[in-house]
């Protein structure tokens, strides 16, 4: 596709559970970004991959998140034993380089923890 | 992890006038800006962005302008329109930094009719 494709949009887990979202960058772009926004706020940054150098997981907010990048393509982020306070819209972006392009943000997906 | 997860402000604005949206950002080495547009359930989406050896920038309706010495950026929105209504944030990134965009806490941007 054009743009960056993220599935699913919505999903409805139960607490304790392990979710699994998926990121498709747009082909050829080297960084690549998952962001959580939690309803009416601001984003809020998780990690980070460029090329084949170490994500940066900073912005992890515990060990139950974690991320891959395969093949320095699709990316998939997993959040384990679910909490209510994961609930929000996970967005996905990437740009063709790191630094000094604009970043194109995928739709989201909408995390619903019940 | 870094966010600037707080309330919005919003800014209301009657259409057909122009909107001003400022930002403070944080890093001081940060050396790429972005203004972002968000529309309900949907993603940022990109509006214009500047270099820090620019001070001003335009674009069709809009202009952002960058002051280094106080960290402040502004987006300008010349004669604003219903579709203008959308959340706004600013986004910094640093060429010294870890290269992740930070983005600035966001304001609600509510054109009246």
């Known amino acids: 596709g054009a743009g960056v494709s993220q599935s699913p949009s919505n999903k409805v887990t139960e607490k304790g559970k392990d979710v699994e979202l998926r990121c498709d960058p747009i082909?050829?772009?080297?960084?690549l970004y998952w962001y959580r926004q939690s309803l009416g706020q601001g984003l809020e940054f998780l990690i980070y991959f460029q090329g084949n150098s170490a994500p940066d997981k900073s912005g992890l907010p515990s060990d139950r998140f974690s991320a891959e990048r395969t093949g320095g393509s699709v990316s998939t982020l997993t959040i384990q034993r679910t909490q209510q306070e994961d609930s929000a819209v996970y967005l996905c972006a990437s740009s063709l380089k790191s630094i000094h392009t604009e970043a194109f943000f995928g739709q989201g997906t909408r995390l619903t923890v019940v | 992890g870094e966010s600037v997860g707080l309330h919005l402000p919003t800014l209301s604005v009657q259409e057909g006038d122009n909107s001003i949206i400022n930002c403070a950002y944080s890093n001081s080495a940060s050396d790429y800006f972005i203004w972002y547009k968000q529309e309900s359930g949907k993603g940022p989406q990109f509006i214009i962005d500047?270099?820090?050896?620019?001070d001003k920038r335009q674009g069709q309706r809009v202009t952002v302008l960058l002051n280094k010495t106080v960290k402040h950026l502004s987006l300008q929105i010349a004669a604003t329109q219903p579709g203008d209504s959308a959340v706004y944030f600013c986004a910094e990134n640093s060429l010294s930094g870890t290269y992740k965009y930070i983005f600035g806490t966001g304001t609600r941007l509510k054109v009246l009719a």
């Open positions: 500047i270099r820090s050896n620019m």
């Open positions: 082909s050829g772009h080297t960084a």
